[in-house]
T-cell receptor, first 111, second 113 residues
Framework: QKEVEQNSGPLSVPEGAIASLNCTYSDRGSQSFFWYRQYSGKSPELIMSIYSNGDKEDGRFTAQLNKASQYVSLLIRDSQPSDSATYLCAVSGANAGKSTFGDGTTLTVKP | GAGVSQSPRYKVAKRGQDVALRCDPISGHVSLFWYQQALGQGPEFLTYFQNEAQLDKSGLPSDRFFAERPEGSVSTLKIQRTQQEDSAVYLC???????????FGPGTRLTVL
């Protein structure tokens, strides 16, 4: 079992809909949680970071963290075709600076 | 401002050759990370530095891999006697400090023939 699990997808939503991306992690000591967007052939780009339980909103993006359930999610409202990409969930532990990544969920937003 | 830069962007090596990949982090960023990304997978941690100190090299796949950051700024990842399984994209990231958000460079795509 990988330390960070994501549904590989592909996840397809129509333009304007809400896209919901999910991630679970195994290390209960994890402290920092990140969502990255990666376009094909490009490097990961940070979208959101979240450190405490609850919701964090930034524009069309909302990250949700539930440490008890070891679950973090990303909601994208009013999805646009330009949101089509692979979304990577990353988790950092209390005693390690490194981030452990999931394999990503591929999102396609159809016009 | 300038982001993380990496060079070369593409490298083709014959099996058995040594390669050196360079990373120039964002100015002022204390922490620097190296990751390896295979096609269709997420980045896999290789090693990280805080200033010039290499604090974790647990992800380096073999003793053929070596990384350094002698002056706490630019870092070099060296792979000796390259093998076909070393073919991947090598990503460098930097952060203000160890637990902050990491910002990635464009990566170096290594192909070993």
């Amino acid at each position: 079992q990988k330390e960070v699990e994501q549904n590989s997808g592909p996840l397809s939503v129509p333009e304007g809909a809400i896209a919901s991306l999910n991630c679970t992690y195994s290390d209960r000591g994890s402290q920092s949680f990140f969502w990255y967007r990666q376009y094909s052939g490009k490097s990961p780009e940070l979208i959101m970071s979240i450190y405490s339980n609850g919701d964090k909103e930034d524009g069309r993006f909302t990250a949700q963290l539930n440490k008890a359930s070891q679950y973090v999610s990303l909601l994208i409202r009013d999805s646009q075709p330009s949101d089509s990409a692979t979304y990577l969930c990353a988790v950092s532990g209390a005693n390690a600076g490194k981030s452990t990544f999931g394999d990503g969920t591929t999102l396609t937003v159809k016009p | 401002g300038a982001g993380v830069s990496q060079s070369p962007r593409y490298k083709v090596a014959k099996r058995g050759q040594d390669v050196a990949l360079r990373c120039d982090p964002i100015s002022g960023h204390v922490s620097l990370f190296w990751y390896q990304q295979a096609l269709g997978q997420g980045p896999e941690f290789l090693t990280y530095f805080q200033n010039e100190a290499q604090l974790d090299k647990s992800g380096l796949p073999s003793d053929r891999f070596f990384a350094e950051r002698p002056e706490g700024s630019v870092s070099t990842l060296k792979i000796q006697r390259t093998q076909q399984e070393d073919s991947a994209v090598y990503l460098c990231a930097s952060s203000l400090d160890t637990y902050n958000e990491q910002f990635f460079g464009p990566g170096t795509r290594l192909t070993v023939l």
